[in-house]
Structure formats: C-alpha cells, structure tokens
C-alpha cells in the first residue's frame, strides 16, 4: 500500500515489490488508498504483468489517502480483520512518517509483520540518506527556478520562490545551492529579517542585478512568503520583488533514475527481509548501502539539515 503525499518513484517501489514477491514466489495484493483501502477491503492481486510500464510514472497506481478511520481501534480493528481474512501475513508501507506511525501501532496491537520503504519528496526521516522522490523534487525546483532566473535577470527582478517543507528545509537547501540561489530560508534557521536584508544588499553592492530567494514554506522569517516580499520591497524598493510558489507541481512528474533505482533496490529488499524474518523496520539508503532501521527509533530521532552545506551556501551567495 502507498499512503499520505505521494512521491514520484512510488510505482517503482509497487514494481520492485510485486516483481520480489513473483520471484521468490509469493502472493502479491494491493490495497487501494493506503489504511482506508484495508478497512474498506479494497484491493487487487498484483502479478509482474499487473505493473508493466510503471517505472517511469508519477503518482502511485494504488492511489494514496490519510485515513481519519484508521486513527480508531474499530477502525484498526476492522483492518486486521480484512486481512486475515484475505490471509494476508506482512505488509510493505510505502510513505513517510505517518504512515510508519499507523503501522507500528497497528503492528503492536495485533503482532503484525510490517516493513516501511520512506518515500517522501520531503527527506525528513531518520535512517536514510535518502527518500524515494526526494531527487526528482529537487531536480524539478531546479529546473523551475532556472527559468525564473531568466525573468529575474531580465528585467531586475527580486524572486521569492517557495518550495515545499512545512517542517524541514531539505528541498529548499538543496534546491537553492543547486540553482545558485542568493539567499535559502529554512524552517531550521530563524535568521531573521535583518540578515535577509543585509544579505540582499550585499548581492547588490556586488553588482548583482536580481536576486533568487529560496523559502521553504515552514520558514518562520515572515508570516508567508507574501508578506516577505513585501517587507523587503518596501526596504529595498530598488528590486521589483515577484514571489512564485511552486506547490504540488514539485510532487509530479516522471521520476529521475536515481529514485527509480532507489526505489528498486528499497522494494526488493523489503520482500527479502521479510522473508528473512524480519519486522517492524523500514528499510534505508546509507553509505550507498540499503540498511534497516527499527520504526519505533525512527519515531525518536531527528534528521538533521546539512549544516556543512549551510556553510557552502553563504560563502557561494557572494
């Protein structure tokens, strides 16, 4: 099942396991709309023709909703009930933290077999360098903001660009020292309006003519990124300040190779843990090697932001 926002490499990861399980000879189900789609019994029979074609496309073929009935022990309980009806014996989570959330409670509860695969365009979970659809947000960011620019040098122009993360500022990080950003304003740096201005001013006295100002939208520097730019256009009228929010664009799209053989490797991985015996993990990407971490410490730790590239991103504002 995939569940909360979707990521483009979901389907990857759909391909990777049902293709796993047909190897290893396994029966493969697919439940519709994450926990909703287990309530409601919702479900297809998933073979290696079933997820022909996939690879290459956003989305989650299985569709992806925040179930409220899920929140409850009926409605876990009536979950349970569906799959031992069905004689399913494990499940693969395919999402972010709240999806690991529901299925270690759902796990403790019933002692049953559950293993996570974090995908999320937001890379905020601890245990992985890396979550599946986290590469093609940024390569998507970049690329818009490469043709912002266009405009932006053209015509002097001062752009705030918001991207996603209401919590991390993973994607405005890397986004910005990709595409060459002036400023990045994260939620994880409360620098304040004073340093943005200083900063901006700097650009110009450097003969900088537009400016590129990257703002995760959980950065606390102003109300929203609206308002922003109006703080910084009523103190530097000079710059023609536009604001662009980027918004779900940054969940779509065809996923780069990158999460495709992520997702690959992730989706395999899962099934052979499984069979190995193993429960009640998520499987990672570190050191370019896949790893297992158990859910619940997931649910202590904290990924954090790069600081070092906080550092290389100051000192290539100049």
Do not use: W
Request: overall charge negative; glycine content about 12%; aromatic content about 8%.
């Amino acid at each position: 099942m995939t569940s909360g926002g979707d990521a483009p490499g979901m389907n990857a990861a759909i391909r990777a396991v049902v293709r796993a399980c047909a190897y290893y000879d396994v029966q493969c189900i697919g439940f519709y709309r994450g926990y909703q789609g287990i309530i409601e019994n919702d479900f297809v029979e998933l073979l290696p023709r079933s997820v022909k074609n996939i690879i290459n496309k956003g989305g989650t073929i299985l569709k992806s909703a925040r179930s409220g009935d899920f929140r409850t022990e009926e409605g876990r309980k009536k979950a349970n009930e569906n799959l031992k009806k069905n004689e399913v014996d494990a499940m693969v989570l395919i999402g972010g933290d709240g999806t690991f959330t529901g299925g270690l409670i759902f796990s403790e509860e019933f002692g049953f077999p559950v293993v996570g695969i974090p995908a999320t365009i937001d890379n905020d979970i601890v245990g992985t360098q890396s979550t599946i659809g986290f590469d093609t947000a940024l390569n998507t960011v970049v690329d818009a903001v490469d043709k912002i620019r266009d405009t932006a040098s053209s015509h002097n122009r001062l752009f705030f660009v918001e991207v996603m993360g209401r919590d991390s500022g993973f994607i405005a990080l890397n986004s910005g020292v990709g595409a060459g950003a002036e400023e990045i304003l994260i939620p994880e740096e409360d620098n304040g309006l004073t340093k943005l201005l200083e900063s901006l001013k700097r650009s110009k006295r450097s003969g900088k003519s537009s400016s590129i100002v990257i703002v995760a939208e959980g950065d606390k520097t102003g109300k929203n990124v609206f308002e922003l730019a109006d703080y910084v256009q009523e103190h530097m009228p000079e710059y023609n300040s536009r604001v662009t929010v980027l918004g779900h664009l940054q969940r779509g799209g065809s996923p780069s190779c990158f999460d495709r053989v992520l997702a690959s490797r992730f989706g395999v991985k899962a099934v052979e843990y499984l069979l190995d015996g193993k429960k009640n993990f998520m499987v990672g990407f570190e050191n370019n090697k896949i790893s297992s971490t158990d859910i619940s410490d997931i649910k202590k730790g904290t990924h954090d932001i790069n600081r070092e590239l906080l550092r290389i991103s100051d000192i290539l504002s100049i």
